[in-house]
């Protein structure tokens, strides 16, 4: 009698459920394999160090014992029309806490612009958010005083504009604001 187990490379397996559900296709390999064979126990998996190489299970029926490649996933999951796979969870990639700052003015000087007043959205040892109706651009250098006083003794922490959020339209005013963050 012909050996009724199936094995298949990982990546092959991964490829075939991303075939049958296109959903999942930017679903990395590794992950989708691991949430698979956590709800169809059935499969198994060997793995080498922590990466999935090869997954098996038992062959469904004496015909397809037969068979001699993994063409299809026909059979392969009975029951639900799909799987639940969520991304898994994001990591905060911060290096430092952000502190909300609300109700507070900044100075933000730039070459070639005027002192702008903004207000300050959040703040970190690393950086600065702010909104402002005026226009910056990734990767412009500013100096940034956060507790601005005017005619006050400010101190300017340098520094560049490394996100641009286009967003809000200011109700009062009527003006789009966007924020700004920069990394000092």
């Avoid at 009698?1 to 991303?18: E, G, R």
């Avoid at 999951?77 to 991304?87: A, E, I, K, L, S």
Wanted: proline letters at 6%; charged letters at 20%; aromatic letters at 10%.
């Amino acid at each position: 009698m012909p050996d009724s187990q199936v094995t298949v490379a990982a990546a092959t397996f991964a490829l075939k459920l991303k075939q049958k559900y296109p959903q999942y296709a930017s679903t990395e390999d590794e992950h989708l394999i691991a949430v698979f064979v956590t709800k169809y126990p059935q499969y198994h998996v060997t793995y080498e160090g922590k990466k999935p190489v090869s997954v098996s299970w038992e062959r469904a029926s004496a015909s397809a014992a037969e068979e001699t490649h993994f063409d299809t996933l026909q059979g392969l999951v009975t029951g639900h029309d799909h799987f639940d796979v969520r991304p898994p969870a994001r990591t905060n990639r911060r290096a430092y806490p952000r502190i909300p700052f609300r109700k507070t003015k900044a100075c933000v000087k730039s070459q070639g612009v005027p002192d702008v007043i903004v207000d300050v959205v959040d703040i970190s040892r690393g950086g600065i958010c702010f909104v402002s109706a005026e226009q910056f651009y990734v990767g412009t250098p500013v100096s940034v005083a956060p507790h601005y006083i005017e005619g006050g003794l400010n101190i300017f922490q340098d520094g560049r504009i490394v996100r641009v959020h286009h967003g809000e339209s200011d109700c009062l005013t009527d003006m789009l604001l966007t924020e700004y963050a920069v990394e000092y």
